[in-house]
C-alpha cells in the first residue's frame, strides 16, 4: 500500500499563489510513475489539472491553468508540486494528488489518491 500526504492547501485572495505538495511513502517494492493533480468544485467532476511523467520530462496541463500553474517532482523524495499562481476564483475547488505505482510484488500497477486539500480563492 501506498500512503500519500498532501499539504499547502488554504484561502488566497485572487492574485495570490499557493503551493500544494503530495509526499509518497510505501513499500520499497513499489515504484511510481506519472503523478498528477486533480480538482473537485462542488456540483462538478473531478478533472484533471496537471500531469508529470516519471522523468519528468513530459509535463500536460488543463487549458485553463496554462501559464498560471506548474507541476514538477522530486524524485528522491517522492514527492509532486503544484505551484499555483495568478489564483482566481473558479480555481476554488478541492485538491487531490494521484500516482501511478508498479509493485513488482504484483507485477502489476495501480493508481493511489491522496486525502485531498481545500484551495478556496476569494473575489
Known sequence: ?????????GLVQAGGSLRLSCAASGSRFFSIQAMGWYRQAPGKRR?????????????NY?????GRFTISRDNAK?????QMNSLKPEDTAVYYCNIGVWSSVIAGSFDSWGQGTQVTVSS
Not at 500500500?1 to 492547501?9: F, I, K, N, T
Open 62 to 66: 488543463a487549458d485553463s491553468v496554462k
Open 47 to 59: 478533472e484533471l489539472v496537471a500531469a508529470i511523467s516519471s522523468g519528468g520530462g513530459n509535463r
Open 78 to 82: 517522492n514527492t509532486v508540486y503544484l
Open 1 to 9: 500500500q501506498v500512503q500519500l500526504v498532501e499539504s499547502g492547501g
